[in-house]
């Protein structure tokens, strides 16, 4: 085992929670680490234009993280790319292992570890990733005005983003593998009524299929789960909206947490049920998944980790006296 260096403040998570996080934090004084796992920069890493982040009216989603980052460092922030494979949030101070086995004690922590899209898994879907297949609609339905897009679920996730795409999309097809729907009726209804959609029942995403250059979306191959038949939809996009999924195994059994895995914060802060400890963008937001909710987000877990911090260096100079 390596040596066990203590930090005022560790962030787990490197997307915009965990780097706004960093810049508070550091301009706080409490010269934060952050850990930043295998992905630094978080999901706007494998994404192509952001429109709506104030103050870029466009800018490509690895840059911004780039941005972030060095804004997190130039304020004093220190970002180590290391992977956490285990907490103790039962014990003061708080632990912290990482797979390369560096060991950590913190007096506080800020976990903004995100979430993941779920994804089909189709190579093709890989491949047209940014450039015409999405798994967020608020992010990037605006690149589709007049389009036809197709959307690939049928829970609360799918109707919604669906709704959400016929304010710009000429068409939106609604594509479900089961004969109904799984969302709120009142979705349904809202979507069922809707002029500009349409559902194809019993049927998946076989395939992609677009150009290579300008890489893109034409169309795709939809196949019919009862029949086997494979059938072609023109569509400029394919937005896959089957749920998302947050990174919190490891917190399993260490913090309160939703039925859906997402970390339990008291209502209209980023308080986790352990003092200390608090929880900030996806990995507690399964509604509003947005960078700048992340990082509003961050911004108000390092606020409250530098009054915590704070409240725990007084009661130390308390009882020392
Ligand atoms: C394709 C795509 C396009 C998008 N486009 C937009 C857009 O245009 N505008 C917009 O506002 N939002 C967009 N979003 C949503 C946006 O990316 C997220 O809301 C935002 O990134 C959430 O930030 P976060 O900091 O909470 O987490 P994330 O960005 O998910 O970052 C999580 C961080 O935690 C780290 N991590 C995870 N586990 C560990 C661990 N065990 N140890 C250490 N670190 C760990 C990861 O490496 C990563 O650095 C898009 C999302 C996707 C997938």
């Known amino acids: 085992m390596s040596d ?50 104030p103050g870029e009216k466009e800018i490509q989603g ?29 014990t003061r101070p708080f632990k912290v292992v990482t797979d390369s086995d560096r060991h950590f004690t913190a007096d506080a922590i800020i976990i903004a570890t995100g ?26 339905g ?23 795409l016929t304010n710009f999309a000429s068409k939106v097809t609604l594509v479900h593998r089961r004969d109904s729907l799984r969302c709120e009726k009142i979705l349904e209804d809202r979507f069922m009524k809707h002029p500009k959609t349409e559902v194809i029942w019993d049927t998946v ?12 979306v034409t169309g ?4 019919n789960v009862k029949t086997g038949e494979v059938s072609d939809i023109n569509t400029h996009g394919v937005f896959i909206a089957i749920g998302h999924a947050p990174s919190t195994e490891l917190f399993k059994g260490q913090v309160e947490m939703r039925d859906s895995g997402y970390i339990n914060t008291k209502p209209g802060t980023v308080s986790t049920n352990i003092p200390g400890v608090f929880a900030a963008g996806d990995v507690t937001d399964e509604h509003y998944r947005q960078a700048v909710t992340a990082a509003g987000m ?14 725990l260096e007084d009661s130390l100079s308390n009882a020392a006296e």
């Open 4 to 53: 066990v260096q203590h930090e005022s403040v560790i962030i787990i998570g490197a997307g915009p929670a965990g780097y706004t996080a960093g810049v508070y934090a550091a301009r706080a004084m409490r010269k934060p680490l952050i850990l930043a796992g295998y992905q630094p920069g978080g999901q706007l890493t494998i994404t192509t234009e952001v429109e709506n982040w």
């Open 62 to 90: 690895p840059d911004l993280m780039v941005k972030m980052r060095e804004h997190a460092e130039a304020m004093g922030a220190r970002v180590e790319e290391e992977q956490v494979a285990n907490v103790d949030l039962q």
């Open 115 to 140: 979430a993941q899209a779920k994804w089909l898994g189709l190579p093709t879907e890989e491949r047209f990733k940014g450039f015409g297949v999405s798994a967020c609609a608020t992010c990037d």
């Open 142 to 164: 605006f690149f589709y005005r007049e389009k036809e897009v197709i959307v690939i679920g049928g829970g609360n996730t799918a109707v919604e983003e669906a709704l959400y």
């Open 205 to 216: 995403l076989d395939e992609v299929v677009g150009t290579d250059m300008p890489l893109g």
């Open 220 to 223: 795709a191959k939809l196949k």
């Open 298 to 311: 961050g911004c108000m877990a390092a606020l409250e980790t530098d009054r915590y911090l704070a409240t």
